[in-house]
């Protein structure tokens, strides 16, 4: 072994240091990692025994060996097991590479040219290998170290975030990747919510059923990733685990949905989560909510003196008696009269008398153009409780 290669054997002890010290330095889990001297010493080792290894295997044009591959495993088992987070993995194995090719520049002379082009040519298969086998014992030492539904949750948050998913996490939590998803958002009312424990056994008991990603971004708000081939078939799932869950947390919720794909999810989210914002509170969801459900809502938001014009017919509305839950009731079966009274349990005259004591307070018929614009979109706001 001579030429650029003898440089990077013995140089890899000076450079496997530097390497450790920007992990530490960069990474908080490698931090913690490396807060043991042992810990430290037994990465430092891994770190010069890799660089020896490849400046050999380069040097001969050969391959990693299977026992090379089961060291990558092993070494990347340990970072699972400790609980290195699957952002901190793939941060530190790009900053691996580019640490290779910096040593790479700083070890070639210019009569070198032969056996850079040799070790460029090297890296790539072998680094994607030495990858996959440091990403396959790092997903088995998660399993051993972090509960299935943390390990769901990160699957999710990853997606969300727009980043490449791990090899083999999917298949690892038994969960299959789509192109394209239902992001579903389930917002639940009140002052006080669920514990992380109880959080965690929510998604639990879901997981049981639908076995897709699903996380809590907020402590009021479960977001469900639904996989999206038939689009009816996936927003009649999304409505099933939205109701699922209203069920077990017993508390009244309201949703927001939106179809987008991957790598394009937190615009999606973004949206799915201003839908659940608008839509009305209830008990059971009886409707998974998306865009057409409330555009206009979503327009009034940007608006602030149209929304106060709707929050002073609202004030008017509660006048009373039961209007708001009238004119609820008329526009969900499409105004028709005598479905309208069934549902409300009331006389058709009864009903006739709550609509003219609505034209009295706003001036607006409820089964006009005028009145069902404006006052659909006052009901749905209400509901949302948005004026609360």
Known sequence: MDGLFKVLWDRAHR????????????????????????????????????????????????????????????????????????????????????????????????????????????????????????????????KRSLPLVKRVQDLACTLLADISVMPGLADSLNVKLADRYVITVVRMSGASFPTHQRREEIIGALLKRYQVPMTWREPDELVALLPCGDTETAEERALDLVRDFARTVGRPCATGAAIGRIHALADTVALARRISREAPVETVPRHLRTMADVFVELGVTQLPQVDEWLRSIAQRLAGGPDLVSTLDAYYRHDMNRLNTAGSLRIHPRTLDYRFRRIRELVGMNPGSLQGVRVLSAVVARVLAGRWS
Do not use: C
Request: net charge negative.
């Open 15 to 142: 450079n496997a240091r530097r390497a450790v010290n920007i992990y530490v330095s960069e990474l908080p889990d490698f931090r913690s990692a490396a807060e043991d001297a042992r810990a430290r010493a037994a990465m430092l080792d891994f770190a010069v025994l890799l660089r020896r290894r490849k400046a050999v295997l380069a040097a001969e044009g050969a391959p990693f060996t299977d026992q090379d591959l089961a060291m990558l495993t092993a070494f990347g088992e340990e970072r699972g097991t400790q609980g290195v987070s699957l952002g901190a993995r793939r941060r530190v194995l790009d900053l691996h590479d580019v640490l290779t090719l910096r040593e790479i520049h700083e070890a070639a002379g210019l009569d070198a040219v032969d056996h850079v082009a040799e070790m460029i040519g090297w890296l790539p298969m072998n680094a994607l290998a030495g990858h996959n086998a440091y990403n396959q014992g790092f997903l088995n030492g998660q």
